[in-house]
């Protein structure tokens, strides 16, 4: 039997990158996937590809920083597969700069889809994973946030960013432990430098400094990230890996 069947999940930012990787790996490995993001057309290829591979999947659009979209995304999945099991926070901003050069509605940008984003759709998603924990075949669920080295080491430039990451990470260990009774697993996946267009977000002004900060290092590739997320959620019941730091390599920092 697949590592993960019978289970369903839901991944924030799934149509490109990092999301779309994890969205591949969690069906590839038996589970049944709703794939969520701003974008259709993105988010249907995805969930194409996966059917295409003989797996489950659904694409639902919806902007997460709004509470009642991210209710019904959460509710789509359960309509769609009876259950949820598996929560990823993929969805992600990476906007950098100094502080005070800032333009207005950057740093909201990045409040509102890597915090605000993050706690209507673990919010929302709560009760129904505590259910699946309690009743389901495996026992266990899980909610896991895409945090970031940026999470752990803070750089010049990278302040807001930071704060975000920062943020995420604390808001998942309190988390973790007022579900751990529930046996609702809560993690954390902290990746380095990944090839994906995170960076095509910064001002056209600040891309170069940011491209040279990482152009001699051999960046991973979203599946790596997927790897570590798959892992993380397909272990025993018995087992809760909480936290995981994937860098490149060469990466120093």
């Known amino acids: 039997m697949a590592q993960l069947a019978e289970t369903a999940a839901l991944v924030t930012g799934a149509g490109t990158g990092i999301g779309a990787a ?28 996966i059917r295409e591979r003989g797996g489950v999947a659904e694409a639902f659009a919806a902007d997460i920083t709004e509470r009642a979209q991210a209710l019904r995304a959460v509710e789509h999945a359960i309509a769609a597969f009876g259950r ?31 915090l605000t984003g993050t706690l209507y759709v673990t919010q929302a998603a709560i009760p129904h994973l505590v259910k699946s924990a ?12 895409i945090s970031s080295t940026a999470g752990r080491v803070a750089r010049a430039g990278n ?16 988390l973790r432990q007022e579900l751990q009774p529930q046996r609702v697993r809560v993690g954390v996946v902290e990746p380095g430098t990944v ?7 910064t001002r056209a002004e600040l ?22 997320v798959t892992y993380m959620v397909g272990r025993d019941r018995r087992v809760a890996v909480n936290e995981m730091l994937v860098r490149s390599a060469d990466q120093t920092w």
């Open 159 to 174: 302040a807001v960013y930071n704060l975000t990451k920062f943020g995420v990470n604390a808001f998942s260990e309190a």
């Open 84 to 114: 949820l099991d598996i929560v990823v926070n993929n969805a992600g901003v990476m906007l950098v700069g100094p502080v005070a050069e800032a333009p207005e509605g950057e740093w909201e940008s990045m409040i509102d889809v890597n």
């Open 22 to 49: 994890i969205a591949r790996d969690l069906a590839a490995a038996g589970a049944a996937v709703v794939l969520v993001g701003r974008r259709p057309g993105p988010l249907e290829q995805v969930a194409a590809q």
């Open 207 to 228: 891309r170069e400094s940011v491209q040279a900060q990482v152009g001699a290092i051999e960046r991973l590739a979203p599946e790596d990230i997927a790897d570590a």
């Open 195 to 201: 090839d994906t267009d995170l960076a095509t977000h």
């Open 134 to 145: 309690a009743t389901g075949p495996r026992r266990v669920a899980d909610i896991v946030t």
